[in-house]
């Protein structure tokens, strides 16, 4: 199989999903959008990955890559429907993809949350309804088409994940490794969010908070990995 990662910052990488990729022998093509790498012809990929990045959907005069990354996301995940997996801004990316709106939040959600899983068939399939993930974002996905499906909320976000096709969206993370928290501590838009919602001595806690939670994020990547390969 042959899979296409579109990054839009190089720490914000697909962590434990690479290596389970690399453990099924997956073919990786990444593209650095922010460093201003193209996307390749379509046609040769069995699934698509989309990361997550400080940028927003709306700032296209800022980050004017967007604009073609999001017709690119619709011809793949709306037009030729293959199976495309979308993670915090790669979720909001999707969802204007399909039809969607993304807004700011009235309070961020940043920190080890719980989402409830509304429907933990398909790409949830052997989870609990009730789900720990990580949080880092101040913007969400609404006023989805009728045509996409709600796989999770949260009393702050009612759109934690969503489908439409073989397409899913996921607002929350669970790709992290022991690394991750440390890394993103440093865009100073994550850092900025994180100060401001949780104030200025949060991250030591965050990271104790994802280091006690490790063990559950990286089951919970592998089911809905090996859920997604079965989509595929």
Known sequence: M???VLQHINIEHPGIFLKFMKEDNIQIDTVELDENEKIPQLDQYDAMIVMGGPMD??????????????????????????????????????????????????????????VSLADNNSLFKGLNKEL????????????????????ASSPECKVQAFSSDNAFGLQFH?????????????????????????????????KKDVEENLNVFNNSAKIIYDNFKKII
């Open 174 to 206: 669970v790709e992290q490794t022991n690394k991750t928290v440390p890394q993103w501590a440093c865009v100073p838009e994550y850092k900025s969010a994180l100060e401001n919602t949780l104030g200025q001595n949060a991250l030591e806690k965050f």
């Open 132 to 151: 720990k993930v990580l949080q880092w974002h101040s913007y969400e996905v609404h006023d989805l088409p009728p045509n996409t499906n709600l796989l």
């Open 2 to 4: 042959k899979f296409l």
């Open 57 to 114: 959907t709306w700032q296209e005069e800022t980050y004017p890559w967007l604009k073609p990354e999001k017709e690119e996301i619709h011809k793949f995940a709306c037009v030729q429907k293959k199976p495309f997996l979308g993670l915090c801004l790669g979720a909001q990316l999707l969802s204007e993809a399909v039809g969607g709106k993304v807004k700011k939040m009235k309070t961020p959600e940043i920190g080890v949350l719980q």
